[in-house]
């Protein structure tokens, strides 16, 4: 079962930071946040993950509350092609686990216009 | 370009049909799942293989098949459907002992008539 909570859409105007909120109350100390993409009827695609720190690379941030009980993916400056279906997941990743697999909720799509 | 492969793209079959899908990684990927995504609906985790073994099995009807010959290669055996089975599945694949993410490919699009 998913254990996040998303709002179902958003929209941002282009060349402006989209702020993506994601609620995890239940997290456990162990598991990770994650967040996907999926364009229109193409597979998911990796974004970004963390535990507690904040995480940057050269797609998106990732902010996390200190008590770890929400999230927010932020896309700088966001373009036409950024509109999607985001996903925001939590998941245990202990290496060599077997465990790991992601369960998705519905996401939130993300429209923005020019 | 994700290194996660997905043939064919497009499927259309009769309820009688049998036929395969088939999904390849050469990333050295250990682990393999089969996603299932049905218009309006959440991504749902059909099958989980880990080191070629079927570590899980989500209530999947049995007219659903897998097979993971090696590590490389998983297929999807699928045999008189219904036509609620129409879906995007979805094949996604990861390295467990390095512990990378998910890498998706871009499905296949099924349709039963």
């Known amino acids: 079962d998913a254990k996040t909570t998303q709002p179902p859409s958003m929209d941002c105007a282009e060349g402006r930071a989209a702020n993506l909120p994601c609620n995890h109350s239940t997290i456990s100390g162990n598991e990770y946040v994650y967040w996907y993409r999926q364009i229109h009827s193409q597979g998911p695609q990796y974004i970004i993950h963390g535990l507690k720190n904040n995480e940057t690379n050269e797609m998106a941030s990732l902010i996390i509350t200190e008590d770890r009980k929400s999230s927010t993916l932020i896309l700088p400056h966001a373009t036409l092609r950024d509109t999607a279906v985001y996903y925001c997941i939590v998941r245990v990743t202990d290496r060599g686990s077997t465990l790991g697999r992601l369960y998705f909720g519905r996401g939130t799509q993300l429209t923005v216009w020019p | 370009e994700t290194g996660v492969t997905q043939t064919p793209r497009h499927l259309v079959m009769g309820m009688t049909n049998k036929k395969s899908l088939k999904c390849e990684q050469h990333?050295?990927?250990?682990?393999m799942y089969w996603y299932k995504q049905s218009a309006k609906k959440p991504l749902e985790l059909m099958f989980v293989y880990n080191f070629k073994e079927q570590t899980e099995n989500n209530s999947v009807p049995s007219r659903f098949s897998p097979e993971c010959p090696n590590s490389s290669h998983l297929f999807l055996h699928l045999h008189t459907l219904q036509p609620e089975d129409s879906a995007l599945y979805l094949c996604?694949?990861?390295?467990?002992?390095?512990?990378?993410?998910?890498?998706f490919g871009q499905g296949t699009r099924l349709t039963v008539v």
């Open positions: 996604a694949s990861r390295d467990i002992r390095e512990n990378t993410e998910a890498f």
């Open positions: 990333l050295g990927h250990n682990a």
